[in-house]
C-alpha cells in the first residue's frame, strides 16, 4: 500500500504530531467522504511506500530518519503572494527545507510541484517565467523533477473569482511558458512535466510522465500497483489519510477546501491523540481493515 500523505489537506505542515503518534500506535482511522460512518484501519505494517505532499515539509524533517519505509516527496512552490496563499510560509524557508530533503531521500524521490499556474494582471506569463527561472536556479544541484498544473476551476476558484481575477491562458500562453520552462529546466539538469493536463506541452520538451507511475511504485517497493481508478491519469492507486476542509493554508485556489467555514470547524475539532485526523470514532461507524 502506497500512503498519501495527503492531497486532502496538508498534514505534514499542520498536523506533524498527529501523523507521527500515529506511526507509533500502528495504525490510521480514516472516515470515507462521502460515506461519513465507513471507516478505513490503516496499519503502518502494511504500508510499502510514503508519498508526502506538502507546502512546508519543515515540520516533518526531524523524523525523516527515523521513519523506515520508503519515502517520496511532492513539495509545492508557488510563486504568489499573501493575496492568494494567506498562510503559506516564505518560500525561502521552504527552498531551504527541500535541500535537506534531498540529502536524505535522494533527489531521485523529490519533486518539485509548480503548481497550479494561474494568470491574471499580476501574475502573467513573464512573471512565471522570472519566477520559474530563479527556482530553478536556487534548487540547481538538488532537484531533477519538476511538475506543472495549470488552475482549475474548482468550486474554490469560483468562490474566489473577485481576489483570483483569473484571465483564461490562449495557445500563446502554453507555447510561452512551455518553451521556456523546457529550455530553463534543462539548463539546470531537470526534467519539467505536466500531470493529467489537457495541454502536456510534450510538443515545446515537457516529458510525459505520471506523478507516480507504476515504474517508480515499483523501483522503490519492488511491487506493482493497480492504476488510480478515481483518476484519469496513470498514477498508481494510494490510500490517503487527509480530510477535506481542514487545511490552514486557506489557499485562494485550492481543490480540497471549499467551504472556510467547514475548516475552521474542522481545525477545532482536531485532537492529536484520535486515530483520526479530524474528530474520533463514533459508536456507528463500520471499521474496516484496508489492505
Not at 43 to 70: E, H, R, S
Request: charged share 30%.
Amino acid at each position: 500500500m502506497i500512503l498519501n500523505v495527503s492531497g486532502r489537506c496538508d498534514i505534514v505542515a499542520f498536523y506533524t504530531p498527529w501523523f507521527i503518534k500515529r506511526i507509533k500506535e500502528g495504525f490510521f482511522d480514516v472516515r470515507n467522504p462521502f460515506v461519513r460512518n465507513n471507516v478505513s484501519r490503516i496499519y503502518f505494517n502494511d504500508v510499502d511506500l510514503i508519498m508526502f505532499c506538502t507546502k512546508n515539509p519543515i515540520p516533518i524533517l526531524p523524523y525523516l530518519k527515523d521513519i523506515k519505509k520508503p519515502i517520496l516527496f511532492h513539495v509545492t512552490i508557488t510563486p504568489y503572494g499573501n493575496d492568494i496563499e494567506p498562510n503559506v510560509k516564505s518560500k525561502k524557508e521552504i527552498i531551504t527545507a527541500v535541500k535537506k530533503i534531498s540529502k536524505i531521500v535522494g533527489s531521485d524521490n523529490l519533486f518539485i510541484r509548480y503548481d497550479p499556474i494561474l494568470k491574471n494582471n499580476k501574475y502573467t506569463i513573464e512573471y512565471h517565467k522570472k519566477a520559474f527561472s530563479k527556482l530553478c536556479s536556487m534548487l540547481d544541484g538538488y532537484v531533477k523533477n519538476i511538475i506543472v498544473s495549470f488552475v482549475d476551476m474548482y468550486k474554490n476558484v469560483e468562490n474566489n473569482k473577485d481576489i483570483l481575477n483569473l484571465i483564461e491562458f490562449n495557445d500563446e500562453d502554453y507555447k510561452a511558458i512551455g518553451t521556456y520552462f523546457s529550455k530553463t529546466a534543462s539548463k539546470y539538469g531537470m526534467s519539467v512535466q505536466t500531470c493529467c493536463e489537457e495541454n502536456n506541452l510534450c510538443e515545446y520538451g515537457f516529458i510525459k510522465r505520471d506523478c507516480i507511475s507504476r515504474n517508480l511504485a515499483f523501483k522503490m517497493t519492488g511491487k506493482v500497483y493497480k492504476k488510480w481508478r478515481e483518476r484519469d491519469c496513470e498514477c498508481v492507486e494510494m490510500a490517503d489519510i487527509g480530510v477535506y476542509n481542514s487545511c490552514h493554508h486557506f489557499c485562494k485556489y485550492c481543490y480540497a477546501n471549499y467551504d472556510e467555514k467547514k475548516v475552521l470547524d474542522n481545525i477545532k475539532k482536531h485532537d492529536p491523540t484520535s486515530t483520526m485526523l479530524i474528530g474520533h470514532l463514533e459508536k456507528d461507524d463500520i471499521i474496516k481493515v484496508r489492505k
